[in-house]
């Protein structure tokens, strides 16, 4: 089992910046990915950012150039930062943890964008 524990979301105003973070514990494999969800009242869940236990990270084209996705090995914890918030980015965001034998999610954080 893998326990995820997310933090950081919040309010806050059009073009300003949160940073979520998500621990990871429990039976956590050598080799696993790590990334970020959301889901909007009315739409499917996307998939944000990812990255694998290599470093290498992809992005929905809409955060691209205002999100970053970066972790710490040591700490087995991802962070997520948010630069030049738009309302569009209201949601609720999800971490993730995949190795090659399990997939976790974490309890979500509600992250809102308005003025």
């Known amino acids: 089992q893998v326990q995820l524990v997310e933090s950081g979301g919040g309010l806050v105003q059009p073009g300003g910046s949160l940073r979520l973070s998500c621990a990871a514990s429990g039976s956590i494999a050598s080799i696993y990915e790590m990334g970020w969800s959301r889901q909007a009242p009315g739409k499917e869940r996307e998939l944000v950012a990812g990255?694998?236990?290599?470093?290498?990270?992809n992005y929905v084209d809409s955060v691209k150039g205002r999100f970053t996705i970066s972790r710490d090995n040591a700490k087995h914890t991802v962070y997520l930062q948010m630069n030049s918030l738009k309302p569009e980015d209201t949601a609720v965001y999800y971490c993730?943890?995949?190795?090659?034998?399990?997939?976790?999610w974490g309890q979500g954080t509600q992250v809102t964008v308005s003025s």
């Open positions: 990255l694998t236990s290599t470093g290498i990270t």
């Open positions: 993730n943890y995949s190795d090659p034998f399990y997939d976790y």
